[in-house]
């Protein structure tokens, strides 16, 4: 059974950082891509970010790039969202998710594995 469990956020100031954490279990993390995404009230989702399973290739939204950093080690079966420079409109839940293949193809649309999510909060 796919598990996936998110941890890390909290409130801070704009300006702060945090870094998020997604714990992995029920499926062998070294071949699969894994992706970062968030949601805040009354909004759509937002892919965030995504990586490879060998981590050879990652992706960033827009939105986020140069500010993030997703990363994972496999053998401790964690995935990572170094989150720097924090701006109120990244106030959201984060979660991640999977579709269990190794590349980040059409990750924007994964939909089938996720966790609960971690709730980050920017205050200005």
């Known amino acids: 059974q796919v598990q996936l469990v998110e941890s890390g956020g909290g409130l801070v100031h704009a300006g702060g950082s945090l870094r998020l954490s997604c714990a992995t279990s029920?499926?062998?993390?070294?071949?699969?891509?894994m992706g970062w995404f968030r949601q805040a009230p009354g909004k759509e989702r937002e892919a965030v970010s995504c990586i490879s399973n060998d981590a050879s290739s990652t992706d960033y939204s827009e939105s986020v790039k140069g500010r993030f950093t997703i990363s994972r080690d496999n053998k401790k079966k964690s995935v990572y969202l170094q989150i720097n420079n924090l701006v109120p409109e990244d106030t959201a839940v984060y979660y991640c998710?999977?579709?269990?293949?190794?590349?980040?193809?059409?990750?924007?649309?994964?939909?089938?594995?996720r966790g609960q999510g971690t709730q980050v909060t920017v205050s200005s």
């Open positions: 998710a999977t579709n269990l293949r190794a590349r980040c193809v059409d990750w924007h649309h994964w939909t089938r594995y």
């Open positions: 029920g499926f062998t993390l070294d071949y699969t891509a």
